[in-house]
């Protein structure tokens, strides 16, 4: 019996990761023909129908490229670092809400807070591996960047915490049957977002990968295999971070197409937003983090606890 459900829960796991994977290829593809149509010229359109194959020959492509390195770098961290950033990026997808529960646990929120704070790590590692000055600077701009952000990330799952009183995923399904978090609490839904475009390095908030002032940033020195790891394991954020968005604040019934129609309107936000805003200043990413979106998001986590109590004590 336990075999089997083992067995089950294992092949859940890899159509999960394959499905995961497809479905970067085709946010690249996605992102590609948006960014074209933004900048009034055509994505790509040359390859099969309508350029839908394209991804797949891009991936061909840089797993079949000559592997560098660099002959100052350190060669173990420098070779894994990739690796073990799409290997957390995935195992992040394990916090989905399935309803069949062999997967779901109930210390979800707990468990993506940990992946999320070890995916600094490997930016870093990448970074100062390389033994490049730009790539060590993209690194540590990222770092820095990702741990202001995460606490605002962890302050607004503090706030529904308190609120749902659960760490399960599956509770915001629950809850969110008859009315969407997001009409409770639209300034954390907008504070979310952004986090999410600064936590996943994304436009405006790319600073870890500069390419006007830093060279590529952290992945100066990357090619082929390794640059196509980093890759994959950023769009994979990009997506899990537009599912979370979804569970959160909009419902999370994964047993509705509704719900995957939200999941890629809020991936389709992050490419409309890089075709569109120009790159912070880093003075002003910092300042953003600290001085705006710290107070919004514990005024909001005292007011949650403050409606939890005045419930609980009306209770008892």
Known sequence: MYLGDLILMILCMLILVICVLVGVAFLTL???????YIQIRKGPNKVGFMGIPQPFCDAIKLFSKEQTYPLLSNY?????S??????????????????????????????FLCITSMGVYTVMIAGWSSNSSYSLLGGMRAVAQTISYEVSLALILM???????????????????????IYLSLPLAFIWFVSSLAETNRTPFDFAEGES???????????SGGFALIFLSEYSSILFMSMMFSVLFLGSDL????????MVFISFAFVWVRGTLPRYRYDKLMY?????????????LFLYLGISVLYYSMLI
């Open 30 to 36: 996605l992102e590609r023909k948006v960014l074209g």
């Open 76 to 80: 173990i961290m420098y070779y894994y």
């Open 82 to 111: 990739p690796i073990i950033s799409l290997f957390l990026s995935l195992l992040l997808w394990v916090v989905m809400p399935y309803s069949m529960g062999l997967i779901s646990f109930n210390l979800g929120l707990l468990f």
């Open 159 to 181: 706030s529904f915490m308190i609120l749902i009183g659960g760490f399960s995923l599956m509770d915001y399904y629950k809850y969110q049957i008859y009315m969407w978090m």
């Open 213 to 223: 002032e830093l060279v590529s940033g952290f992945n100066v020195e990357y090619s």
């Open 255 to 262: 047993m509705s197409l509704t719900f995957y129609i939200k």
């Open 288 to 300: 953003l983090a600290w001085k705006s979106f710290l107070p919004v998001s514990l005024n909001y």
